[in-house]
């Protein structure tokens, strides 16, 4: 079956640096597209960046361009999301998400802090 595992999250200070991974199993990764969304208390779970299956289309969200970065792995199967200059409105829960035959994946999520 689809499975989707975030990892990487935990408490940084502002300015300070994270790398979240996303292990993905049951299909074929290298065929897919990957999203990293994020979610913080109150609000909607709205897409952070994503990629292309080779890496070849890459898209962030506004508010991370320039800190944050999405990488693909197709050989370990894995999405990162490496995020830099972190900001307290980047507390949140991170989500990898992708689409197979008319559904949507999602991994349980990984907590991101950010504060002093």
């Known amino acids: 079956q689809v499975q989707l595992v975030e990892s990487g999250g935990g408490l940084v200070q502002p300015g300070g640096s994270l790398r979240l991974s996303c292990v993905a199993s049951?299909?074929?990764?290298?065929?897919?597209?990957m999203t990293w969304h994020r979610q913080a208390p109150g609000k909607e779970r709205d897409v952070v960046a994503s990629?292309?299956?080779?890496?070849?289309?890459?898209h962030y969200e506004d508010s991370v361009k320039g800190r944050f970065t999405i990488s693909r792995d197709n050989a370990k199967n894995t999405v990162y999301l490496q995020m830099n200059s972190l900001k307290s409105e980047d507390t949140a829960v991170y989500y990898c998400?992708?689409?197979?035959?008319?559904?949507?994946?999602w991994g349980q999520g990984t907590q991101v802090t950010v504060s002093s």
């Open positions: 998400m992708t689409h197979l035959g008319g559904s949507e994946y």
């Open positions: 990629i292309g299956l080779s890496s070849e289309i890459v």
């Open positions: 049951g299909f074929t990764f290298s065929r897919y597209f």
